[in-house]
Each structure stands twice: as C-alpha cells, then as structure tokens.
C-alpha cells in the first residue's frame, strides 16, 4: 500500500488520516506547530479549537445536527471524540479543547502506521491530501498558488474573547437556556436600555486593531466581528447576539432589554466564552469597553479576542465533488482551504478526503453522498458555486427541493432530515460498512 501524505493537523488533517490509517493505509502526518506557530494558536496540539469551543446544534431536525448525525453514521473521529468530552452547553455540541486535543491524538497514536513529522512542510506530492486550514503558511501559500494556478484568496475570523468564571459578577446574572431547552446551560448577563444604548456607542467608537493593506478586504459575513454588527444600526446587536427572545430575568421574571450569552470552554467551570463577539478591538479597547457589561465590570479576561487571516482556495475551479483537484486526482483538499466553512464541515471534507483517496489507491471508484444529503450537498455547492465563491457551511438550502412543499417552518427541517437520514444510511450500507 502507499503511504499518503497528509498536510495538517487540525480537524479536517486528523480525520483524513484516521480514515486512512483504519483502512490500513500509512500516513505521513504533518503539522508544523509548535516549531512554527499561526498567528492564532496557542500550543502544537492536534486540532487544537482556536475561534470557538462549540460544534454548534446536536438537533437533528437543523442542518448542523444532520450533518453530525450523518458522520456518526460514517465513523467520523471528530464526532466520536467529541461526544466523549462534551461539556454542558445547551442544545449544542461543545468541549473542553484541552480534553478533545488529547482524545485526537490518543485514537490517532492507537495506529502504528501513523507517522506525526513536526516540520513545515512546503511541497505538494502526488497522493497528498492538503488540510493546512485557513492559516496555511506563505510558504506552502505559494506552493498551491503555484499548483492551482487560480492564486489565493482570504477572509478574516474575528475571534471572541474568554473570561474567568471567578470574575463574573453573578449578581448581574443569571443562567438559563432560551425559551427553557437545554438546560440552564448558558450564563445569561442583562443590559437594560441605558446601559445596552452605552455599550453600543461605545463599542462603534472604540479603537480597532489597523489591518495591513493586503488584510483590508471584505469581512467574510459568517464571523463577523461584533463592532462591525454594531456599525450597522443601533439596535442590530439586540436583534443578533444580544436578542432577549427566550430569556427571562429570574429576579424579576422580565425580558431583559439585552443580553449577553456566556457558554463555558471547560468541563470545569472555570472559562466562559464571550458567545458572538468575535472581534478587532485592540486589547486595550475590548478591556474597557466589554466591562462596561455589568457583570463583567471586573472581568479577568483569560483571552481576548483577535482578528486575523484566513486562507482558501478557489474550490469549484480548482476541485471536483470528492475534494480531488480536477487537474491531479491523487491531490485532495480538506478543510476550511477547501471552501467549507465550520468546525463539523472541516470534519467532513477531511473524512471523504481520506475516504475517497484510500479508494483511489485501492482502484476504487471515488465517492460522494446524494445531494440529498447534508455531506453531499456541500460537497456538490464547492465543486459547482458559479458566483463570486466563499466559503460556506451546511445548510438545508443546499439540498435539492422537497417533493412536497411544507408552509410550517419546522415540519420542512423536518423533512429534509428524515429524508437526509434515509439516503444517508443506504449510501453507509452500501459502501462505508465493512
């Protein structure tokens, strides 16, 4: 059998190689941290989770949830992992990044075959699969510029900031779940008007981290910093990030005015992210202006949010629907350099990577979910985007349309689900199951 070379080991390189490795296949795993660091991780683990801790909805009636159920059903490392170290949060999938990391490399180091090279790599071979993420380094940058000959394009993650739980102020909150699911698995922090309309006026004039001139480029929508949502109209917050809907103040059983989402990072109550306030303030600015939020008046900000690039290639020119390069065959791409945006959808890209290229050693026909499906239908949007191409995560508007036409919002999520997990299941019978 050959040995494949896989770049990258952050979720999308991990489960690539996992696929690989329980097929029977060796694997050269590089990843180049800690002897070169990104601008945004922290330590050299594998997939280690730097923007948020969350792998969004475990309902499986969302898009998100289906597409967990789907890799379960494939035998997806990430989700196993994940579920094993899950820490409270509600309706969603979210971990502590330290116990993920290690359970990552502890099913990985279970396979002899598996070879970890912690060194840069900056050469693409034949039988490679390249799932460097978006923080990919210029000099292997300039190594897919050069295969690809579509060049590079960037977008910008504004990461949120995390506190200590012991600097919350707990009289100014409360915990509780929106409209009572899940759990009191979030800590909720109130703003009444004045104190909401403050912060605002506050957040639009503080001061942002300058971007050097090839960094002022549009802000990919998808993680947008909060002080941009807050530049789009005075009240934009209250109806994105901060809405009240669902919440009720236990002190005096009201609706706040606004209201800032905490959701712990750890199994051990002691780190709470800031939930959707990913943003560029300088650190400076995010200290005064986010203890403006009375709970954290006195906030010990553990990480503060930063902003910075994101790399991805052209994927419907340069990929077909199995992340195999169109020009090469035995070159895959996975992850979010691929064109798919998401934790979960990185996951999946790096499971077919791997799935589809054992097949192609093996003289295998190469596969792809029906579109049916939460997995196939992303997989077909990044090898067939004809408009201005970014990344893009799982959605139900990806799949084809429902024979039947549903006006109930949640009876059409519904539909698409059990149609999705019908397909899903024949497609796992008839080729994954061994």
């Known amino acids: 059998m050959k040995k494949i070379k896989v770049i990258g080991g952050g979720l999308a390189g991990c489960e690539a190689s996992y696929q690989l490795l329980k097929r029977g296949f060796a694997v050269d795993l590089y990843e180049m941290r800690p002897t070169v660091m990104t601008p945004i991780h922290k330590t050299g683990d594998l997939a280690e989770l730097v923007c948020s801790n969350s792998l969004k909805s475990m309902d499986e009636n969302t898009s998100q949830g289906l597409l967990k159920y789907e890799l379960e059903l494939l035998d997806s490392l990430i989700i196993k992992v994940a579920k094993a170290c899950k820490v409270p949060a509600g309706g969603a999938l979210a971990v502590s990044r330290e116990e993920f990391s290690k359970g990552i490399y502890d099913e990985l180091a279970k396979y002899e075959k598996l070879n970890i090279i912690r060194e840069e790599c900056t ?93 002022k480029k549009e802000i990919f929508s998808a993680c947008m910093p909060i002080e941009e949502m807050a530049r789009k109209g005075k009240d934009s917050l209250r109806f994105g990030p901060l809405k009240p809907v669902g919440l009720y103040n236990p002190k005096d059983n009201k609706r706040p005015f606004a209201v800032v989402q905490l959701r712990k990072e750890d199994n051990y109550d002691k780190l709470y992210n800031l939930v959707g306030f990913q943003t560029n303030l300088k650190f400076s600015e995010q200290a005064r202006v986010f203890k403006m939020i009375p709970a954290l008046s006195n906030a010990d900000f553990i990480r503060y949010g930063v902003m910075h690039r994101n790399t991805y290639i052209n994927a419907p020119k340069v990929l077909d629907n199995t992340f195999a390069m169109k020009e090469n065959n035995s070159i895959f791409f996975a992850g979010q350099i691929s064109g798919v945006e998401g934790y979960v959808e990185s996951a999946m890209s790096g499971l077919f990577a791997g799935i589809n290229m054992a097949r192609l050693c ?73």
């Open 362 to 434: 093996n003289g295998e026909k190469l596969l792809i979910p029906p579109i049916t499906t939460a997995c196939g239908s992303l997989m077909h949007y990044i090898s067939s985007s004809k408009k201005d191409f970014q990344p893009m995560h799982v959605s139900y508007s990806l799949m084809t349309e429902l024979d039947k036409r549903y006006r109930d919002k949640a009876k059409r999520r519904e539909a698409y689900s059990n149609r999705a997990k019908k397909a899903i299941k024949e497609f796992v019978d008839r080729y994954i199951k061994e």
């Open 123 to 215: 050469s693409i071979d034949d039988y490679t699969i390249v799932a460097t993420g978006p923080l990919t380094s210029d000099s292997l940058t300039d190594a897919i510029k050069t295969l690809t000959g579509e060049g590079e394009l960037h977008f910008y993650d504004a990461v949120a900031p995390i506190v200590s739980r012991e600097s919350i102020d707990m009289n100014n909150a409360f915990y509780a779940g929106r409209y009572g699911k899940g759990g009191d698995d979030y800590l909720n922090l109130p703003l009444d008007e004045t104190q909401y309309y403050e912060f605002v006026d506050a957040l639009v004039k503080a001061d942002r981290v300058i971007l050097k001139e090839f960094e």
